[in-house]
């Protein structure tokens, strides 16, 4: 949680498809939008414990998954031999930027940090519980599908701010 508050994009390393999709990228890819984004914004890359890999709950503060191509009867790599494929392809993307000087892939917006993504879920849930949309004893998927949702969408900070305005508004006016 407080390692990934700065970080406007979070991409974690899974070998396990998910019931609820999440964007998958490839090492060489997720290099990229490492080596992009890093320009004008903090980046993380997330990888789980070696045993049982990332759970769903850290999976959810993710914009993409990373997956490494291997073997299907040997899907899952040990965590150093993955930490040493992505740093290898973050390096490659990084003398490959190096060499042809281009910035014209630098994002022109910056999206709202992970720690301000969380204090929206938070809000977000807790409006849509007191609107009667989201059953707290029976809450499905709602909240996971919503992430996955805004996690695509990126908002930037001033995008943010927009929404929790209209959730505020939303309390207010339930209030009434």
Do not use: W
């Amino acid at each position: 949680g407080t390692a990934l508050a700065g970080s406007q994009l979070v991409i974690g390393a899974s070998a396990r498809c998910r019931s609820i999709p999440c964007p998958v990228i490839e090492p060489a890819e997720c290099a990229g939008q490492l080596l992009m984004e890093s320009q004008r914004a903090e980046v993380a890359i997330l990888f789980g414990c070696e045993r049982s890999g990332l759970s769903n709950e850290e999976i959810d503060r993710c914009q993409s998954l990373v997956q490494i191509p291997s073997n299907p009867e040997y899907g899952s790599l040990n965590l150093a031999a993955a930490v040493q494929i992505i740093c290898y392809e973050v390096l490659v993307a990084h003398r490959a930027h190096e060499k042809s000087g281009d910035d014209a892939k630098i994002p022109d917006y910056v999206p709202a940090a992970a720690d301000e993504m969380e204090r929206f879920y938070e809000h977000l849930e807790r409006v849509l519980v007191q609107l009667g949309f989201l059953n707290p004893d029976n809450p499905r998927m709602l909240m996971r599908r919503l992430r996955r949702l805004y996690n695509r969408a990126r908002p930037d900070e001033n995008e943010i701010n927009i929404l929790r305005g209209i959730l505020t508004a939303s309390e207010q006016g339930s209030r009434q």
